[in-house]
């Protein structure tokens, strides 16, 4: 079946501008994850769905970044007033529960640049 | 929080077993060891996962120490296919770290 996509795969913008990050998941995945992936780095956490719902949205690093799943399924990364520092590879995951023995499966990611 | 330390980077030559170890002594009692690995620009891809038992699978075998404070992904036999970070995590916290960076040579 089809894996995890996310739109787009590449994404330029400029500084100070508004970006949305598309994520769609597994069919029939409950939970959802957001992660920024810089050069060199580990994945970071950034907020994790259950349904509808954030679970935990610790790892935004401040307020000019929002997401939504507002049906449970696809869900919308914001970036508002965009710095060059949130220049990244956004990877997306997916899992069926949520559950601590779940397994999370990974987009290609979308890779941002702020100029 | 169950933060996990690894080595930065391994080598293994092609064909034989890859060890790769990952110290997690914060691990709650419930939560699971997770590993993952990235090939260059791509998401990163499961492994395996474990509790307190050793796990095997098509893929590799994650041996746990009794006191569940560190752990050994083991790739049986390495190919060039398998250079790649490797990640392992504590669920929990989805904290990936920098993982391992495996070299795989011919």
């Known amino acids: 079946g089809a894996g995890v996509s996310q739109t787009p795969s590449n994404k330029v913008t400029e500084k100070g501008k508004y970006v949305e990050l598309r994520c769609d998941p597994i069919?029939?995945?409950?939970?959802l994850y957001w992660y920024r992936q810089s050069l060199g780095q580990g994945p970071e956490f950034l907020i994790y769905?259950?349904?509808?719902?954030?679970?935990?949205d610790s790892g935004l690093p401040n307020d000019r970044f929002f997401a939504v799943r507002p049906e449970g399924s696809v869900s919308t990364l914001k970036i508002q007033r965009t710095e060059r520092g949130d220049s990244a590879v956004y990877l997306c995951?997916?899992?069926?529960?949520?559950?601590?023995?779940?397994?999370?499966?990974f987009g290609p990611g979308t890779r941002l640049t702020v100029l | 929080d169950a933060k996990t330390t690894q080595p930065t980077s391994m080598d293994c030559a092609e064909g034989r077993a890859a060890n790769l170890p990952c110290n997690h002594s914060t691990i709650s009692g419930n939560e699971y060891v997770y590993w993952y690995r990235q090939i260059h620009s791509q998401g990163p891809q499961y492994i395996i996962h474990?509790?307190?038992n050793n796990e095997t699978n098509e893929m590799a075998s994650l041996i746990i120490t009794e006191d569940r404070k560190s752990s050994t992904l083991i790739l049986p036999h390495a190919t060039l296919r398998d250079t790649a970070v490797y990640y392992c995590i504590g669920y929990h916290q989805f904290y990936f770290g920098t993982g391992t960076s495996l070299t795989v040579i011919p």
């Open positions: 069919s029939g995945h409950t939970a």
């Open positions: 995951a997916s899992s069926l529960l949520g559950a601590v023995s779940d397994t999370q499966y």
């Open positions: 474990g509790l307190k």
């Open positions: 769905f259950q349904g509808t719902g954030a679970a935990d």
